[in-house]
């Protein structure tokens, strides 16, 4: 009903930027929790940062001062930017979107981030 697809990955040196998007499409409307979520190899999927319906946005201790998301709702997009970035941010990054109504939520097929010299 939601889908999710995810796009601006890649390979980056330490220290440098990288900016996540992920374009919505299908059913979008009352999306309680808008974000991204990452998984590295061998490690569990964890949050990354996440927008309520209230306005309220948490960051994992890991990425805040450094990683910033936001979103353009006539464009229907959700933007990940990725500052400083560091070898240990590399891992799948993962968009998630969730509806009012149910506990589980939408999950796009990931991107690809490697921070690597």
Do not use: H
Request: some cysteine; aromatic content about 10%.
């Amino acid at each position: 009903q939601v889908q999710l697809v995810e796009s601006g990955g890649g390979l980056v040196q330490p220290g440098g930027s990288l900016r996540l998007s992920c374009a919505a499409s299908g059913i979008i409307f009352n999306l309680a929790e808008k974000g991204w979520y990452r998984q590295a190899p061998g490690k569990k999927r964890e949050l990354v940062a996440l927008t309520t319906v209230s306005g309220s946005t948490n960051y994992s201790d890991s990425v805040k001062g450094r990683f910033t998301i936001s979103g353009d709702s006539a464009e229907n997009t959700i933007y990940l930017q990725m500052n400083i970035l560091k070898p240990e941010d590399t891992a799948v990054y993962f968009c998630y979107a969730r509806r009012s109504w149910s506990a589980d939520g939408y999950w796009g097929q990931g991107t690809q981030v490697t921070v690597s010299s």
